[in-house]
């Protein structure tokens, strides 16, 4: 029984982990692929959007 036990455990272990991993790794995968163009989009575009913010918290 004990042997039984661990086997369950260790395939139920094994059944969560490749399900949180089967979406990481295809979507890393997809995105090394074909992402190049906008792997800088979103940082690229909070960097221009933060740059003024000194400016206009000295004016208030």
């Known amino acids: 029984m004990k042997l039984f036990l661990m086997d369950f455990f260790l395939f139920a272990i094994l059944i969560v982990g490749l ?26 575009y909070t960097k221009k959007f933060q740059k003024n913010w000194p400016k206009q918290i000295r004016e208030k």
Request: proline share 8%; net charge positive.
């Open 19 to 44: 399900t949180a991993f089967l979406a990481v790794i295809p979507q890393k995968i997809g995105e090394s692929v074909f992402g190049r163009k906008q792997k800088h989009q979103y940082p690229d």
